[in-house]
């Protein structure tokens, strides 16, 4: 008998018909991929790409194609891809990425070394080997990510990088799965938040080597390399509801100090964005809606505060061990000198 997999590849796709066939063929060349189940799923793409989804996947060994039916976003659709997974961890995929062929075989391997529950790869640019990202070190005083700067071993994380999330499947059953409330945005940062309180650790994983293109959809001008600073109304609205959202819902005391500082930084912002923009659309799409929503789904907080109190292991006082004083925005200020101000698109949510 075939023995199941070790793990099981997730794929989410939307409107993904770009990246989809360079994607699957790194996964055809892995070292293990006798050892990998390939999950792609679909949030009924509008540009075809659910069609040569399917049609890639036809022929995948150990693979399977998995129409949603509906844009679920980003954390139901990969909750519906994972389900009927068979691999004992889990590895959330974004499909603008791929894989350098190693790559699965060394993150297991330090997984079961260093005994992590969840783990990413080194992220480099989708065209070349520059440095990209290993998911966050910690928060700032807002409550805000921010950047692992590069290192070569191994280390603990604070939030994996979220385009390649490897998780064991076991752990993401216990801590409640990604939080469809948020749809998309901020949903790493809140999954290991509750790895964290649960008492489990994260590490990043430099010697497995993955490239990804970033902000596929909403940043697409350039193709394979980003050419622009590119953001839209939508966008600002979940990035900014959802980083309140993840501390309304994970902080136990001490840190629920961080939301009034958040608060006064998005105002800041939104006000700003209104003068250069000259719209005042968007403080009402970016910041009042935000904050709107949070209120619509205070009864959704209360509920997740009790459920997270049933796991937790840490409190507020030991979480301070991720506070930094890197501010996140220094990212936002690296781009605005490299592209100049931010081209914002007004959509509709």
């Not at 799923?41 to 194609?65: H, I, K, V, Y």
């Not at 989708?126 to 440095?131: I, L, P, T």
């Not at 650790?201 to 350039?222: F, I, M, Q, S, W």
């Not at 505060?305 to 840490?314: A, G, L, P, Q, V």
């Amino acid at each position: 008998m075939t023995p199941p997999p070790r793990i099981t590849v997730v794929i989410l796709n939307y409107n993904g018909a770009r990246w989809l066939d360079r994607c699957l063929a790194s996964l055809r060349a892995q070292t293990i991929r006798d050892r990998v189940e390939v999950i792609l799923a679909d949030n009924q793409s509008t540009d075809g790409s659910d069609r040569l989804a399917e049609e890639l996947m036809r022929d995948f060994p150990n693979g399977r194609f998995v129409q949603n039916g509906a844009n679920y976003g980003f954390c139901e659709g990969n909750n519906r891809g994972a389900r009927g997974a068979r691999g004992d961890f889990l590895f959330f995929l974004n499909n603008d990425t791929w894989l350098e062929p190693d790559c699965l075989e060394r993150l297991l391997a330090e997984v079961d070394r260093t005994g992590a529950a969840v783990a990413t790869p080194g992220v480099r640019n989708y065209d070349s080997d520059v440095f990209q990202s290993y998911g966050a070190a910690g928060f700032d005083i807002f409550g805000l990510v921010t950047a692992r700067l590069p290192h070569e071993d191994t280390r603990p994380v604070f939030m994996p990088e979220g385009c390649s999330y490897l998780i064991r499947r076991a752990v993401f059953d216990q801590v409640g799965a990604f939080d469809k409330e948020l749809f998309m945005f901020a949903d790493e940062l809140d999954l290991s938040w509750r790895i964290w309180l649960a008492g489990y650790t994260a590490v990043a994983v430099p010697a497995a080597r993955l490239h990804h293109r970033g902000a596929a959809n909403v940043n697409p001008k350039g193709e394979a390399a980003v050419v622009e600073f590119r953001t839209s109304d939508t966008k600002r609205f979940y990035a900014n509801r959802n980083a309140l959202l993840v501390l309304l819902k994970n902080a136990q005391n001490v840190l629920l100090l961080l939301v009034p500082l958040q608060l006064l930084l998005l105002t800041a912002e939104a006000l700003a964005g209104a003068v250069l923009l000259r719209r005042w659309s968007f403080v009402r799409a970016t910041f009042f809606a935000a904050v709107a929503d949070c209120w619509r789904l205070r009864g959704h907080i209360r509920a997740e505060r009790r459920r997270i109190r049933t796991f937790r292991r840490h409190g507020d006082w030991w979480m301070l061990r991720f506070l930094t004083w890197r501010l996140n925005r220094l990212e936002e200020v690296r781009r605005l000198l490299q592209f100049g101000l931010p081209k914002v698109d007004a959509k509709p949510r």
